[in-house]
């Protein structure tokens, strides 16, 4: 238990993948107002497989070390792929238990990811840049 609360608290000291998604295909921020936590994923798409990822936040350990731990499974995923990520996937990739009370904190992650793969974010963003 302890190797994996200190890999939450490497990653939360020194996360994965931080930055400000200059020229990104889309970005999303989603919030948990419950908490504070605050993500902005950034992606970049090249057919339909997530090349890049970047993100930027604040909050509590345990969500920032989420996205932190999140985003180095997603780069040479398809979208398809990602979509199809489950709330399990996220807790087993934590290794900690998480409670009632975080698992809105571990899942930010996921719901900012997911949510910037929307169909009709991304989409619509290249269908401008392509014109």
């Known amino acids: 238990m302890d190797l994996y ?12 993948h931080k930055g400000t998604g200059d ?5 999303k ?3 948990n107002p419950s908490c504070g ?8 798409i090249e057919d339909d497989v997530i090349t890049k990822i970047e993100w930027e936040g604040a909050g509590c350990a345990i969500s920032q ?3 932190s731990i999140f985003t ?6 398809t979208t398809t792929e990602v979509l199809k990520i489950k709330k399990e996937d996220v807790y087993e990739l ?3 238990p998480i409670g009632p009370r975080r698992f809105k904190c571990a899942l930010l992650c996921l719901h900012t990811v997911k949510n910037a793969l929307a169909p009709q974010s991304w989409l619509e963003t290249v269908e401008i840049a392509d014109k």
Request: charged share 35%; hydrophobic share 40%; net charge negative.
């Open 72 to 77: 180095e499974e997603l780069e040479g995923k």
């Open 5 to 16: 609360a200190e890999n939450i608290l490497d990653h939360y000291r020194d996360p994965r």
């Open 23 to 27: 020229g990104a295909t889309v970005s």
């Open 65 to 67: 070390a989420a996205m």
């Open 29 to 31: 921020e989603e919030d």
């Open 94 to 96: 934590l290794g900690v």
């Open 37 to 44: 936590d605050r993500i902005t994923a950034h992606l970049w």
